[in-house]
């Protein structure tokens, strides 16, 4: 890794030099497609986890290497009961790494599922001779390719800047009195403090600069009247644009890869004479980056303020109740409790494709479907659809569901608008 700063008339530019560029106040957002991208993927088993959480883990982790324009030829999976300081893995594994570098070497790029310290990836990047990327690099990467608007661009930096300022150790180690003797001896810590002032006035200038669009957001959002709100929430890559445009007849951006959705998207939409508004927000992820959810706070309160939540998950995903139990981890850790909340268990279509039999009967089919269906049911304490967005499948029901809901809501605080709205 290779961090400078530098001071321009009028200009400050800090910047977190590697190859895929996670660069400060430039323009240009290539993410890691600059050029063709081979990488290998590191794992630790700790004390607490199991191996086949950590291969899970690095399933997602090649998915956002994927998403990010990497593609990944091997992984590399080590037991530690606590990650090393110097190197993060065994000194056995950094060889072990090396030696496979060396007979590979298109592979430019290694990937750990962790954050490193910035002391880690010096070592690391000077040991393998590769560039070195830890799961918040990769994570900022995506968003700083994906961003869009002013704000979410301004989000992305803020955390940028965070994650880079306790990084900033070592840029000057070249004059730190590491050693005695003659040439030895300079400003030391006094440059390093210079940098970290210099960010810190930059973080601040990001939170200034959020805060004016926050408060713009604020009042857009007073200007929507008395409309119930209803927020499209859960893990990245359910399809919750894919539902959005469905529901909201729109034509909001939809990927299968993580992330493509960053700006928060709000469409008015009517169920029979019953207007309400529909909103789509960021997706969730395990071992989301402290800095992004601070980051994206004003974003989320699109979703802290709306009066119904659609809980969107992918049932063919084969950890999908992790997925659903991440999503409730982060709502609670920003505030958001307490509301009504409709369960949406999406691609029910390749749910079928990927686990049932060709040689089952459509019955058979069914009565599984079905059997899992009330098991869910009875597992969550929420009321559940089970749905496809891509082809359509019981999206009648979902509107049924989400009229019911949206009502009841209008009743509690708008009692005079169901007369208007609703005719039964």
């Excluded at 990650?83 to 007979?103: A, C, H, M």
């Excluded at 071992?287 to 706070?297: A, N, R």
């Excluded at 049932?315 to 409709?342: A, C, M, N, R, Y």
Aim: charged share 30%.
């Amino acid at each position: 890794m290779s961090i400078e700063c530098i001071l321009q008339p009028g200009k400050i530019v800090v910047a977190l030099f590697m190859k895929n560029n996670l660069n400060i106040d430039v323009k240009e957002k290539g993410g890691l497609k600059s050029g063709p991208e081979y990488a290998i993927l590191v794992g630790l088993v700790q004390r607490d986890q199991k191996e086949e959480e950590v291969q899970e883990y690095l399933d997602e982790l090649e998915f956002l290497a994927l998403t990010a324009g990497a593609e990944c030829k091997k992984r590399f999976v080590q037991k530690l009961s606590h990650p090393d300081s110097r190197t993060f893995i065994g000194s056995g594994k950094v060889e072990e790494i090396f030696q496979y570098l060396e007979n590979h070497e298109e592979v430019n790029m290694v990937i750990f599922d962790d954050d490193l310290s910035g002391k880690q990836t010096n070592i690391l990047e000077s040991t393998l001779k590769v560039k070195i990327v830890d799961r918040t690099t990769l994570i900022l990467d995506i968003f700083a390719s994906r961003a869009q608007t002013a704000q979410a661009q301004t989000q992305v930096e803020l955390a940028q800047m965070k994650y880079l300022l306790p990084r900033l150790r070592g840029l000057w180690t070249h004059l730190e009195r590491q050693r005695g003797g003659i040439g030895m001896r300079g400003p030391g810590e006094k440059e390093i403090e210079t940098d970290r002032r210099i960010v810190r006035d930059k973080i601040n200038q990001l939170k200034q600069k959020l805060e004016k669009i926050d408060r713009q957001s604020q009042t857009q959002r007073k200007t929507r009247g008395e409309l119930i709100r209803v927020a499209l929430v859960g893990y990245t890559n359910v399809g919750k644009s894919t539902l959005m445009n469905k529901l909201a007849k729109s034509e909001v951006f939809a990927e299968n890869k993580l992330f493509a959705t960053l700006d928060t998207t709000v469409r008015k939409v009517v169920f029979g004479t019953m207007p309400f508004l529909l909103s789509d927000t960021v997706g969730f992820i395990r071992k989301l980056p402290t800095h992004l959810i601070e980051s994206f706070k004003s974003t989320l309160d699109e979703v802290r303020e709306s009066d119904v939540l659609l809980h969107v998950v992918d049932l063919s995903h084969p950890q999908f109740e992790d997925h659903v139990k991440t999503v409730e981890s982060t709502l609670s850790d920003i505030g958001i409790e307490g509301k009504p909340v409709l369960l949406v268990f999406n691609k029910v279509d390749l749910y079928r494709e990927k686990y049932f039999d060709e040689l089952l009967d459509r019955k058979t089919k069914e009565d599984i479907l079905d059997e899992l269906k009330q098991s869910l049911i009875s597992r969550f304490d929420h009321p559940c659809v089970f749905i496809s967005a891509w082809s359509g499948e019981n999206l009648d029901q979902l509107r049924d569901d989400m009229t019911k809901m949206i009502k009841d809501q209008y009743q509690v605080r708008y009692p005079y608008l169901v007369k208007q709205f609703w005719t039964m």
